[in-house]
């Protein structure tokens, strides 16, 4: 079974800096996909970023960035210019490319604060 | 167009009851997904459906969980004879075909159930 370990129980950055937030899973199969999700107090969980193994080259999306090191099994996230907004829990989460198994495994989060 | 939306959004009862728990999809999306997420956990599955079929019912912790889909669009989570440690948020998400590449599932803002 697949596994998402989160080592950070709780992470800070002051406004406009950078963060990064770590995230390591165990898995035998070749095919699969890793994503963030943001879950801010109002417990929607809101997709951030996502990766799909087969590509080489991480993902970006504005502000949010990803570094992906699949022979590491490694899939941190990077925050640039820290905004208040970006204040929640944040989850790594992966799901398998095999057809029948769709569902997501979470990790156990990443209180992140932003301190202004 | 409207997200995914869960009623109620929070529900108090007692020890040995009934409760149902509601989920609309974002129109179009034919696979649904529940989620339970304990506090200060990250989400973890429970069911998946494709169309009106459960797909994959590996996650229910037992038979006094049951979910339902008749009509391929709204579906209904049913516990039965409540335990409080079944007290949790229920998280429910949406794709498109959940077969096909990396379909973002799209949360709710879930339910959050207390068994007192």
């Known amino acids: 079974a697949q596994t998402v370990t989160q080592s950070q129980p709780e992470m800070s950055v002051q406004e406009a800096e950078t963060v990064t937030l770590s995230c390591t899973y165990d898995t035998s199969e070749s095919d699969y996909y890793l994503f963030w999700y943001k879950q801010p107090p109002s417990r929607q969980m809101i997709l951030v970023i996502r990766q799909e193994a087969y590509k080489q080259q991480n993902a970006t999306e504005n502000r949010f960035s990803v570094n992906f090191q699949k022979a590491a099994k490694s899939f941190s996230l990077k925050i640039s210019d820290s905004q208040l907004g970006d204040a929640a829990m944040y989850f790594c989460?992966?799901?398998?490319?095999?057809?029948?198994?769709?569902?997501?495994?979470f990790g156990q989060g990443t209180r992140l604060t932003i301190n202004p | 167009g409207a997200g995914v939306s869960q009623t109620p959004s929070n529900k108090v009862t007692e020890k040995g009851k009934y409760v149902e728990l509601r989920c609309d999809p974002i129109s179009g999306h034919t696979a649904l997904y529940w989620y339970r997420q304990s506090l200060g956990q990250g989400p973890e599955f429970l069911i998946y459906f494709q169309g009106t079929g459960a797909a994959d019912d590996s996650g229910l912790p037992n038979d006094r969980f049951f979910a339902v889909r008749p009509e391929g669009s709204v579906s209904t989570l049913k516990i039965q004879r409540t335990e409080r440690g079944d007290s949790a948020v229920y998280l429910c998400a949406s794709s498109f075909n959940s077969a096909a590449g990396s379909n973002t599932q799209y949360f709710g803002p879930g339910t959050r159930l207390t068994v007192l």
């Open positions: 989460a992966y799901r398998s490319g095999y057809a029948k198994s769709q569902k997501l495994v």
